[in-house]
C-alpha cells in the first residue's frame, strides 16, 4: 500500500506503530520498499555512513538531491522523506522553502525532515505553505552538535525536558506532520508522543514513540566505527559481507572464478579463422 503523510496520522489515532528506515541508493531503497517499510528517510547521516565524514555538517544540497533521487527511482510504496542538510534552512525562510521545494521538484520525494525546536518553526510553517509536508526533529539533532558539545541525550533535566516538550508542541503547530526524536530517555519520549496529535518516530528514544527509526547500516551491523546504545542489531550483514568479499577475493586468486558458467561462448570455427 501506498503511505503518505495521511497514512502517518492515521497510524497515529488507530495506535498502530510506524515503520522509518534510513536509505541513500536505489539497490537499498527498493529491498526496504519491498519488506513494507511505512517510510524511508534520505538522511543526512548519509554524510557518515556513506561518505565518511565525522558529522553531517558537511552534506550539501548537491549530495541531498542526488541520493534522494537514486531512493525515489527504488522506490514504490514507502513516503520518502529528504532530510535538509546543514545551512540549507536555517540562513533564511526563502533558503528554507527553495531548498524544500527542491526535493519535491528535482528529487520526487514527498516530503523533507529538518532539524530544531521552536526556533525553526517560522521555517516549518514558510514551507508547509508552500504545500511540502515537513517531519520536525529534536531531541540529539546531529547538525547541532558543536552546541550540544558531542552527541549526547538530550532532555535529561528539567528545563531541557520541559522545553522539548513545548518545542513538539509548537512544531505540531506549526504544520509539521510528524517528529523525530532522537536520543531522549524513554519515559520522556512517551510524555512528548502523548503531548502531540502528530506521530513521534523515535531512535534511542524507547517504545512510547508512535514509530521508529534506525540508520540501516547500523541495525545490519555495517557500520562500525561506533555504534549508539539504542541501536539493536537485526542481522551481521558486514560479517557476511567480509565473508563474500574474501570468497571472491580466493577464488579470483586460486582460479575457481569464473567457471564456464559464468563465461560466454563462442564458436571454435570463428576463433580458428581468426589467425
Ligand atoms: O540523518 C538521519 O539518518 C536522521 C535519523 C537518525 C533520524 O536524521
Redesign the pocket.
Known sequence: MKNSVSTFMSAKKSGIKLT?L?AYDYSMAKIIDECGVNGI???????M?CLGYKD?LSVTMDDMLHHTKAVVRGTKNALVVG?MPFMSYQASLYDAVKNAGRFLQEAGASAI?L?GGAVVCPQIKAIVAAQIPVMG?IGL??QSVNMFGGFKVQGKNNVDAKKLIEDAKKIEDAGAFAI?L?CIPAKLAELISKAVTIPT?G?GAGGGCDGQ???YQDMLNMFQDFKPKFVKSFANVGDLMRSGFKAYIKEVTDGTFPANEHCFKIDDEILKNLY
Open positions: 522509518m534510513t528517510l534520505v538522511g543526512d547521516s548519509l554524510g555512513v553531517t532530510d525532515k532539524e526533529h539533532t546531529p523525530t532522537e518516530i531512535i527509526i534506525l540508520v
